[in-house]
Nanobody, 116 residues
Framework: QVQLVESGGGLVQSGGSLRLSCAASGIIFSLYDMGWYRQVPGKQRELVAA???????NYADSVKGRFTISRDNAKNTLYLQMNSLKPEDTAVYYCNRAFSARRLDWGQGTQVTVSS
């Protein structure tokens, strides 16, 4: 059974930092390109950062230079280091496959709230 469990969200002041984690099970994690997505109410989920199975990463313009995606294949875990957070980063953050039309079942996400 495939499972994605996100954690690490919280309430932080503008300019602060958070590190999100996504623990994956039921898949051969190292073979998948993975990404972090975020969603705010009334808007579509958007991909903010992605990392290939080979370790290459890319970012949405809105987070470039502030967020860093990484992965630990030995631990089946995906990370997102978020620095210089802004109120507009407030959203529920999810992990899932990237660069594929086929998504895994979505996890519950982790709420990130940035106060001004």
């Amino acid at each position: 059974q495939v499972q994605l469990v996100e954690s690490g969200g919280g309430l932080v002041q503008s300019g602060g930092s958070l590190r999100l984690s996504c623990a994956a099970s039921g898949i051969i994690f190292s073979l998948y390109d993975m990404g972090w997505y975020r969603q705010v109410p009334g808007k579509q989920r958007e991909l903010v950062a992605a990392i290939t199975s080979g370790g290459s990463s890319n970012y949405a313009d809105s987070v470039k230079g502030r967020f860093t995606i990484s992965r630990d294949n030995a631990k089946n875990t995906l990370y997102l280091q978020m620095n210089s957070l802004k109120p507009e980063d407030t959203a529920v953050y999810y992990c899932n496959r990237a660069f594929s039309a086929r998504r895994l079942d979505w996890g519950q996400g982790t709420q990130v709230t940035v106060s001004s």
